[in-house]
């Protein structure tokens, strides 16, 4: 089991950057990635970045390529996103989650942290 908890939303003016957290606790050790999903109002639950847990590999949805920047520091067992550049249209909340195995859906979420890009 794992439990995560993601903190550094709020209010940012578009173009400025912001630094989200993921705080993962429980058997962290079995953790295959850890990935950020965003859900705007009236939409649907979209992917945004992960990070395999143990040798770092990145993968990441194209609005966010070359602006977000996902990364962990496993030693303080917490995930990251930087997100730089940003736009009215990344206003959402953030979900971080964690997958157990290589493939396939995630299996843990965290609670949310808005972000909210003012134009």
């Known amino acids: 089991q794992v439990q995560l908890v993601e903190s550094g939303g709020g209010l940012v003016q578009a173009g400025g950057s912001l630094r989200l957290s993921c705080a993962a606790s429980g058997r962290t050790f079995s953790m295959n990635s850890m990935g950020w999903f965003r859900q705007a109002p009236g939409k649907e639950r979209e992917f945004v970045a992960r990070i395999r847990w143990s040798g770092g590999s990145t993968y990441y949805a194209d609005s966010a390529k070359g602006r977000f920047i996902i990364s962990r520091d496993g030693a303080k067992n917490t995930g990251y996103l930087q997100m730089n550049s940003l736009k009215s249209e990344d206003t959402a909340v953030y979900y971080c989650?964690?997958?157990?195995?290589?493939?396939?859906?995630?299996?843990?979420w965290g609670q949310g942290t808005q972000v909210t890009v003012s134009s």
């Open positions: 989650a964690a997958r157990m195995t290589p493939n396939g859906g995630y299996d843990y």
